[in-house]
């Protein structure tokens, strides 16, 4: 309210932008506090795996370790550095999508080949611990850019993969709906996500369980990814997700970004 009798001062005759200016000031200030949000997470998820890996340096350094615990402090020095890794590829995707409004390319995007890649990077990750469903409309494919919606399809397959228990079940699939809507979908039978987390789902760095997410090697940036490269594409994403009944998102389509093969 000081900004507000400041700016009507210099603007005695503007009554009638009054809300305008507040508005203004309103918006300026959260994007700023974003900002500051944003800088704060990325320092701190970066502290996290250079502090743990700086722990483990030491042990190696002052005790003479033996094989096979030498291997396993390597290991775990490993694990840490991976997830910096991670975590830079991750900003660095979200960065340049960002700089651009529009997708990188618009060509056709053959989902049968897509669908052999996820099917193969999903049962790397999941180690036959799960039970994998793979079922595609190949006839009917995507206008779009193939890299952009494969890291999109991808992070929401590794998602079930990772937040679902062993044993649990994973359908992935592509079909186009009576009113001529591509749908991209992934259901698993997961712990699934209370309601009132869902609408900040795809913010950077938003978590429902924090310690589960750093567990499963989450960089806290996947459905953020996601989120971009859909509107990209003009594409919803739906999430429905009941607490302790699995997870189901989907990716919606527009019509006439569909081809047929
Ligand atoms: P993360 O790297 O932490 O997985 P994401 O942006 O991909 O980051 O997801 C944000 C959060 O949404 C996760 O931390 C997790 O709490 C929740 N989440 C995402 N997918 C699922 C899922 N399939 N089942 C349960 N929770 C999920």
């Known amino acids: 309210s000081a900004n507000l009798s400041l700016m009507l001062q210099a603007f005695p005759f503007a009554e009638n932008r009054r809300l305008l200016l507040v508005q203004d000031v309103t918006d300026l200030r959260k994007a700023e506090a974003m900002r500051r949000d944003f800088v704060a997470n990325v320092s701190h ?32 020095m490993m694990t840490q550095a991976r997830r910096m890794k991670n975590l830079v590829e991750d900003l660095l995707t979200l960065a340049n999508l960002e700089a651009n409004t529009l997708p990188a390319s618009n060509q056709k995007v053959q989902m049968s080949t897509i669908f052999a890649l996820l099917k193969n990077d999903a049962e790397a990750l999941s180690q036959s611990k799960h039970s994998l469903n793979f ?35 994973i359908d992935v699939s592509w079909s186009v709906t009576e009113h001529g809507q591509g749908v991209f979908s992934v259901s ?67 019509a006439d970004r569909l081809t047929s093969s």
Not at 48 to 55: E, F, I, K, N
């Open 135 to 169: 079922h595609a409309d190949d006839q009917v494919n995507i206008l779009g850019d193939e890299r952009e919606l494969l890291s999109a399809f991808g992070n929401l397959v590794s998602n079930a993969v990772r937040y679902t228990p062993e044993s649990g079940k």
């Open 188 to 254: 698993d039978s997961g712990p699934g996500i209370p309601p009132e987390h869902l609408p900040r789902l795809t913010e950077r760095f938003y978590r429902v369980d924090r310690s589960r997410s750093r567990e499963t090697g989450g960089t806290g940036l996947g459905l953020a990814i996601v989120k971009h490269i859909a509107n990209r594409h003009q594409a919803q994403l739906l999430i429905e997700s009941l607490s302790g009944s699995g997870s189901t998102f989907k990716l919606v389509f527009p």
């Open 45 to 76: 998820e970066m502290r996290t795996p250079l502090t743990v890996m700086m722990g483990f340096l030491e042990t190696v350094q002052t005790l003479d370790l033996e094989e096979p615990q030498k291997e396993q402090y390597l290991e775990m």
